[in-house]
């Protein structure tokens, strides 16, 4: 099997290659009356989109997005929701020259070791570019999750680039939509510029780390043991094309704490409990508090450049490869939409099993 859904209740698969027709997202579960249209869930693909600045790829997709079933007169009917993406830049020829060859860093290698044939056009359903079928049904999850729970926001930024990283003493949320980084330092959106142009003039990429937080969640979602929120967020995260590392509140920097330290402590406030800090990300025991849900992920560098790197061919011969074509220098910066959209799609599956299994019933405090 190749595993190609996720999601409990509201379940997405995802289809298509890199250089194939068109690609998208069947939906499953999506609840019944959320007003919904194309032009709702273009919005979230135009964020994601390539060719928007010099920084990412200048590969021209529209991305425009088709709904193909699911929705009359401008509402979820209840069944499956088909979203169609089509393709309409694809340069496969750039890719001839490496169709013997494995880039390195690239899943190249596996995909040939696992099914013994590869698509090298752009690398198939390992291509950055499958995440676009994400972002269309992360959009339906945010128009499900606008109507259920008005008060949620779910907002992405880019909180490092390669060894740099903003100060948060600077921090703006309104920041974030005026710069091509979607960061909410605007000092090292200017650093990161010359810096990032720098390494896209040699032929080189970079790496980054992208935050989602989740403010306004209620408390109660999640689940002990196996379904528990920060699992899912992590393993949603994880599944995300070049992310090699996932963290939840402080995540791995809570290993140097103490206990006094690392424990948010709980005061009474007139509307419900207060912490005192947020170590913990919003989630204890997988189960929401209340407080903003943070969750962070790794990006490696893009794995096609210019810059030339020692390979071998499909024959097992050592060769040289320099991968021509056009491509994200830091591929982290459109990976900002796409977590937005796995978080939303998590949190809206984990809302429809909470009224599932507890109808939102809450425990009394106080």
């Not at 967020?233 to 590392?245: C, D, E, P, R, T």
């Not at 978080?343 to 984990?350: G, R, S």
Request: glycine letters at 14%.
């Amino acid at each position: 099997m190749s595993f190609n859904t996720f999601g409990h209740l509201f379940r997405v698969t995802t289809w298509g290659e890199s250089h194939g027709p068109a690609l998208g997202a069947t939906v499953d579960g999506c609840p019944p009356g959320i007003a919904i249209d194309e032009a709702m869930i273009q919005h979230w693909l135009d964020r994601r989109k390539p060719g928007q600045s010099k920084f990412t790829t200048q590969r021209r997709e529209p991305d425009a997005v088709q709904i193909l079933s699911g929705v009359f007169e401008g509402r979820t009917t209840g069944t499956t929701i088909q979203l169609m993406i089509e393709n309409t830049d694809q340069r496969s020829k750039d890719y001839s020259e490496i169709a013997q060859k494995f880039r390195p860093g690239h899943a190249d290698i596996t995909y040939h070791q696992k099914y013994g044939l590869r698509d090298y056009r752009g690398g198939g359903r390992s291509s950055a570019r499958e995440t676009a079928a994400r972002v269309a049904a992360g959009g339906l999850a945010r128009a499900a999750l606008a109507a259920l729970v008005p008060d949620l926001r779910i907002t992405g930024y880019m909180v490092q680039m390669g060894p740099h990283g903003i100060d948060r003493g600077r921090f703006d949320w309104d920041e974030i939509e005026r710069n091509p980084f979607w960061t909410p330092d605007p000092q090292a959106a200017e650093d990161w510029a010359a810096y990032l142009d720098g390494l896209r003039k040699s032929g080189d990429s970079v790496g980054a780390v992208i935050e989602v937080t989740a403010r306004g969640c209620p408390p109660g979602l999640g689940a002990p043991i196996y379904a528990k929120l920060d699992t899912d967020l992590a393993a949603a995260a994880m599944s995300i094309n070049a992310v090699k590392g996932v963290e939840i509140g402080d995540g791995m920097a809570s290993a140097a704490l103490t206990g006094t330290a690392n424990a948010d402590e709980i005061t009474m406030g007139p509307d419900g409990p207060d912490y005192g800090s947020n170590h913990a990300g919003g989630i204890l025991g997988g189960i929401s508090t209340g407080q903003d849900i943070v969750m962070r992920f790794a990006v490696k560098p893009t794995s096609s450049i210019l810059t030339p790197r020692r390979t071998i061919t499909m024959d097992g011969e050592e060769t040289d490869i320099v991968t021509k074509g056009r491509h994200d220098p830091c591929v982290g910066i459109r990976a900002v939409p796409v977590g937005e959209a796995m978080m939303a799609c998590v949190i809206l599956d984990h809302l429809l099993l909470d009224r599932g299994q507890t109808g939102g019933v809450r425990g009394a405090i106080g």
